[in-house]
């Protein structure tokens, strides 16, 4: 079974400063995708980013990117240019690339407080 | 694209006593999924339906709980016989169709409470 282990239960950073986000995994699989999704205090989980586990190439959406080190079955999130509107519980998510496997297995997320 | 609907946002019941929650995915897409997600915690999967088949469930879904999508629109999850630690936020979440290139989109989520 797949686990997913974030250790930062929390984290803050002070607005328009850099921050990082840590995920770790452990899966036998060889190929799979990786998540991070946002969950405000309005409860709705977004996702952030995504990343495919063949593609060596680490994700970028804006301000949010991603260090994926497969060997190290590590998957970070840095956020650049830190918002207001960036204070949430992000989590860290892993899902097979089995096309009838549909689980999402998520980490016990990390708390981000931006500081004005 | 209204978003994915879940009702009700609250619900606070007695030990004992049944509930259900509604789902409404998105319209046209097909998979909808079931979550819990406890204090401190990320979600944990339930169960998915690919139109109205229910296509796997979790262990963590016992006997008392039974979720249903009859017309492959709207779902339904219902515990019987709640417990406390039935206490969670249930999440819904659908995508246009299945696989990893399909986004899950969530709902905002039931906030259960069982005294």
């Known amino acids: 079974a797949q686990t997913v282990t974030q250790s930062q239960p929390e984290m803050s950073v002070q607005e328009a400063e850099t921050v990082t986000l840590s995920c770790t995994y452990d899966?036998?699989?060889?190929?799979?995708?990786l998540f991070w999704y946002k969950q405000p205090p309005s409860r709705q989980m977004i996702l952030v980013i995504r990343?495919?586990?063949?593609?060596?190439q680490n994700a970028t959406e804006n301000r949010f990117s991603v260090n994926f080190q497969k060997a190290a079955k590590s998957f970070s999130l840095k956020i650049s240019d830190s918002q207001l509107g960036d204070a949430a519980m992000y989590f860290c998510a892993y899902r097979s690339a089995d096309f009838g496997n549909e689980k999402l297995t998520f980490g016990t997320g990390t708390r981000l407080t931006i500081i004005p | 694209d209204t978003g994915v609907s879940q009702d009700p946002r609250h619900k606070i019941t007695k030990r004992g006593q049944n509930v259900t929650f509604r789902c409404d995915p998105i319209?046209?897409?097909?998979?909808l999924y079931w979550y819990r997600q406890t204090l401190g915690q990320g979600p944990e999967f339930l169960t998915y339906f690919q139109n109205e088949a229910q296509l796997e469930k979790s262990r963590l879904l016992s006997d008392r709980f039974s979720a249903e999508r009859p017309k492959g629109s709207f779902s339904t999850l219902e515990i019987q016989r709640t417990e406390q630690g039935d206490s969670a936020m249930y999440l819904c979440a659908s995508s246009f169709r299945g696989g990893p290139d399909s986004p899950l989109h969530f709902g905002n989520g039931t906030r259960l409470t069982v005294t």
């Open positions: 899966t036998s699989e060889s190929d799979y995708y």
């Open positions: 990343q495919e586990a063949y593609k060596q």
């Open positions: 319209s046209e897409h097909n998979r």
